[in-house]
């Protein structure tokens, strides 16, 4: 499709287990953003990607969580030892970068349970 | 950094008469404001874009307006439909103009 892709789009796991989260971002798009998002609340910024590099990761709320995009394109978000408050919606977003408005366009979500 | 405020109660409506959901933000002046729509379990679409140097932007049946006095956004849906409920958020880019930080958004009910 021509949409973002996020797999996958359920995911339960035992807490202390590691998580990988995947983002195809739409074709062409250098900024990946991947957000998180509990309920009753808007999408909270994790961390930025302008190409292959992470120009902004000041939204990773510590060192268990970590986001690679090797290639430019595809983007994984990492969780190690994974506790339950980690439990959200953990979106992606791509844009055209500074070649756009700014406009996002989100894929569905992840949706992370964590026992 | 940014604090953005929006109606913090679910709004519910009539079908047929006019819904105007609040934007405030404390701090700088964004370049530019976005609203997007989230339906439950799906990922926020993009509605509007208006610029600061914009007093009013339109598309159908949705207005979109920007204080920058007030430093407020006002989002208008007019002669709504049950079609139109869903939760409605608004953004605003970071200073570095790359990034966007979202409000908690407003659910909006439209009854038949």
């Known amino acids: 499709g021509a949409g973002v892709s996020q797999t996958p789009s359920n995911k339960v796991t035992e807490k202390g287990k590691y998580v990988e989260l995947r983002c195809d971002p739409i074709s062409g798009h250098t900024a990946l953003y991947w957000y998180r998002q509990s309920l009753g609340q808007g999408p909270e910024f994790l961390i930025y990607?302008?190409?292959?590099?992470?120009?902004?990761d000041s939204g990773l709320p510590n060192d268990r969580f970590f986001a690679v995009r090797p290639e430019g394109s595809v983007s994984t978000l990492k969780i190690q030892r994974t506790e339950r408050g980690d439990s959200a919606v953990y979106l992606c977003?791509?844009?055209?970068?500074?070649?756009?408005?700014?406009?996002?366009?989100f894929g569905e979500g992840s949706r992370l349970t964590v026992l | 950094s940014q604090k953005i405020e929006q109606n913090s109660e679910a709004l519910n409506i009539q079908e047929g008469k006019t819904a105007t959901l609040t934007c405030n933000y404390t701090n700088y002046s964004p370049a530019y404001l976005q609203w997007y729509r989230q339906d439950p379990g799906r990922g926020p679409v993009f509605l509007l874009l208006i610029r600061e140097n914009e007093k009013e932007k339109r598309k159908e049946r949705l207005k979109v307006t920007f204080d920058t006095t007030l430093k407020q956004s006002l989002f208008h849906i007019t002669a709504s439909q049950p079609a139109d409920s869903a939760t409605y958020l608004c953004?605003?880019?970071?200073?570095?103009?790359?990034?966007?930080?979202f409000g908690a958004g407003t659910t909006v009910t439209v009854r038949a």
């Open positions: 990607f302008q190409g292959t590099g992470a120009a902004d």
């Open positions: 977003a791509s844009s055209l970068g500074v070649a756009g408005t700014g406009e996002l366009f």
């Open positions: 953004a605003l880019p970071s200073l570095g103009d790359y990034k966007l930080s």
